[in-house]
Nanobody, 125 residues
Framework: QVDLVESGGGSVQSGGSLRLSCAAS????????MGWFRQGPEGVREGVAA???????KYANSVKGRFTISQDNAENTLYLQMNSLQPEDTAMYYC???????????????????WGQGTQVTVSS
């Protein structure tokens, strides 16, 4: 099973930017989805962005236009560029993977079986 390790979290002021990375130990599957999720103090894990090998890319409405998901297949790394960060973006951010892909909603956490340990993002006003 692939291992996922997130990095890049930190503390920024409102309006700032961060880029999260998710390194996969190895990924030989040709069909998969990978996503970014976040969990705030209320404990609900929210889908933020997802990308699949079938060309699907999906964002939560709350981050559209501010966040960009991308991947470097050569490096087995998933990224989340986060711009115009707001205090409500404060959460633990997780990356997740599922193969051979997802028939349902790629922003649904229950669709994923492989998870990283998370990286904290804190945005102050």
């Amino acid at each position: 099973q692939v291992d996922l390790v997130e990095s890049g979290g930190g503390s920024v002021q409102s309006g700032g930017s961060l880029r999260l990375s998710c390194a996969a130990s190895e990924y030989t599957e040709s069909d998969y989805c990978m996503g970014w999720f976040r969990q705030g103090p209320e404990g609900v894990r929210e889908g933020v962005a997802a990308i699949c090998t079938d060309g699907t890319t999906k964002y939560a409405n709350s981050v559209k236009g501010r966040f960009t998901i991308s991947q470097d297949n050569a490096e087995n790394t998933l990224y989340l560029q986060m711009n115009s960060l707001q205090p409500e973006d404060t959460a633990m951010y997780y990356c997740a993977a599922e193969t051979p892909g997802i028939a349902g909603d790629p922003l649904d956490a229950f669709e994923y079986s492989v998870w990283g340990q998370g990286t904290q993002v804190t945005v102050s006003s």
